[in-house]
């Protein structure tokens, strides 16, 4: 999880990739209207939000004990108590960085539909994980495999029943 830029696709690609596990791009989930209206620059309200949020879910439950990994933004809590909806014993990897760092990060790709003015919207929106949550925040400073693999050991850590490889 986290905002636009900080790497959820690429780290959540790797980290299937280390547990041997299912990968989905969350941004593949969401309805064509909620793409044209973020590549207009325009940021999703709740309501925009709440079917892809569902359906999230639902790909998670659907995975049925299978391990999953969605690459998401899942940036405040009631956004990921609706994924927790469909599968409670979902954890959370938060990736978190600089507004300097993320900013680059979205310059640099070109023809992505979520341009880089609406950061701002979504480090507005992101509340962090609080302490009753499963999750953890990893620092973007450091390298994709770097995060992926300490994503993987905390995950081993906390024992859901993956098998870091």
């Known amino acids: 999880m986290g905002v636009s830029g900080c790497g959820k696709s690429t780290v959540g690609a790797l980290l299937a990739r ?71 014993d979902t954890r959370f990897i938060h ?7 993320l900013t680059a990060r979205m310059a640099s790709r070109p023809g992505h539909f979520m341009p880089p003015s609406l950061l701002a919207s979504q480090l507005h929106t992101l509340e962090a994980l609080e302490a009753d949550e499963a999750g953890v925040i990893l620092n973007i400073a450091d390298t994709p495999d770097m995060l992926a693999a300490h994503a993987a050991r905390w995950l081993t850590a906390i024992n859901i029943g993956v098998q870091s490889q």
Do not use: Q, T
Request: one cysteine or more.
């Open 18 to 88: 280390e547990l041997g596990a299912g990968f989905l791009d969350g941004d593949s989930l969401h309805p064509a209207h909620n793409v044209e209206k973020m590549a207009a620059g325009i940021p999703l309200d709740d309501d925009d939000r709440r079917p892809w949020l569902e359906e999230i879910g639902r790909c998670f439950a659907a995975a049925e004990g299978s391990s999953l990994v969605i690459a998401c933004s899942a940036l405040k809590r009631s956004y990921r108590n609706l994924i927790r909806i469909g599968a409670e």
């Open 95 to 101: 990736l978190h960085g600089s507004v300097e760092l």
